[in-house]
């Protein structure tokens, strides 16, 4: 018993200074987003200058960096077709969140570069940003005419200053759409609009859809490789 007790007041000295450690950690949250149209902006990195400290902004726009030691901190914050801009001293303490909202300023650099193709009648250099291997089959005609939406893949393009990929387009992605469509299918009228939302019975209607579009699960791997 006594030796029990012993090893329990050991311990306690560790468990009050990892409790410390958590109560004098600090956050910074805020949200990110285009200042003319007050549109979020998704996906944008916010670096914690100086630490190892980083997070994506969600598609809402919002960030949150957790675990900050109390202190003076700098902000870098990116995003693609905008310029990189610091958020400089930002104090940082235990006691409640820091909230910092930060407007971005677009690349001139990018407006510029359309500008000169407009003048000069150049065609624009694409870059595909959506690219399969070469030994992936991808017929985008049978997705589309079985109610697979546009922003199920590509995500809201219409929210994008770039384009960007939102998917991984990796094989366990696709194949869990194939092994449940329900989760995803839409009403083919709502195939191209970028504003579609699942409704709350998604599945209902889901099943429904697999149902009247004749939606096979197809799973071989025959179906992408030939």
Same mark, same amino acid.
């Given at each position: 018993?006594?030796?029990?007790?012993?090893?329990?007041?050991?311990?306690?000295? /560790? %468990?009050?200074?990892?409790? *410390?450690?958590?109560?004098?950690?600090?956050?910074?949250?805020?949200?990110? #987003?285009?200042? #003319?149209?007050?549109?979020?902006?998704?996906?944008?990195? %916010?670096?914690?200058?100086?630490?190892?400290?980083?997070?994506? !902004?969600?598609?809402?726009?919002?960030?949150? %960096?957790?675990?900050?030691?109390?202190?003076?901190?700098?902000?870098?914050? !990116? !995003?693609?077709?905008?310029?990189?801009?610091?958020?400089?001293?930002?104090?940082?303490?235990?006691?409640?969140?820091? #909230?910092?909202? %930060?407007?971005?300023?677009?690349?001139?650099?990018?407006?510029?570069?359309?500008?000169?193709? /407009?003048?000069?009648?150049?065609?624009?250099?694409?870059?595909?940003?959506?690219?399969?291997?070469?030994?992936?089959? #991808?017929?985008?005609?049978?997705?589309?005419?079985?109610?697979?939406?546009?922003?199920?893949?590509?995500?809201?393009?219409?929210?994008?200053?770039?384009?960007?990929?939102?998917?991984?387009?990796?094989?366990?992605? *696709?194949?869990? *759409?194939?092994?449940?469509?329900?989760?995803?299918?839409?009403?083919?009228?709502?195939?191209?609009?970028?504003?579609?939302?699942?409704?709350?019975?998604?599945?209902?209607?889901?099943?429904?859809?697999? /149902?009247?579009?004749?939606?096979?699960?197809?799973?071989?791997?025959?179906?992408?490789?030939?």
């Amino acid at each position: 018993m006594a030796t029990r007790s012993k090893k329990s007041w050991l311990f306690l000295p /560790a %468990i009050l200074f990892f409790h *410390c450690s958590l109560a004098q950690s600090g956050v910074i949250k805020g949200r990110i #987003f285009n200042p #003319f149209s007050n549109e979020p902006l998704p996906y944008a990195n %916010i670096q914690l200058q100086g630490t190892s400290l980083f997070t994506l !902004s969600d598609t809402a726009g919002n960030y949150t %960096i957790k675990k900050i030691t109390p202190g003076l901190y700098n902000l870098v914050v !990116s !995003s693609v077709g905008y310029k990189t801009k610091i958020v400089f001293e930002i104090q940082v303490d235990n006691l409640k969140p820091s #909230f910092v909202d %930060i407007p971005m300023e677009s690349s001139a650099d990018t407006i510029r570069q359309v500008e000169i193709v /407009a003048r000069t009648d150049r065609s624009i250099e694409w870059t595909r940003v959506h690219d399969l291997p070469d030994f992936v089959y #991808f017929n985008h005609s049978i997705h589309v005419n079985k109610g697979v939406g546009c922003t199920t893949c590509h995500g809201q393009v219409d929210r994008m200053p770039l384009m960007m990929q939102e998917q991984s387009l990796q094989m366990e992605w *696709c194949l869990d *759409c194939h092994r449940n469509p329900e989760r995803y299918v839409r009403p083919r009228d709502a195939v191209f609009r970028v504003d579609y939302e699942p409704p709350p019975d998604q599945i209902a209607l889901g099943t429904r859809l697999v /149902a009247q579009y004749q939606i096979q699960k197809l799973t071989s791997c025959s179906t992408c490789h030939r």
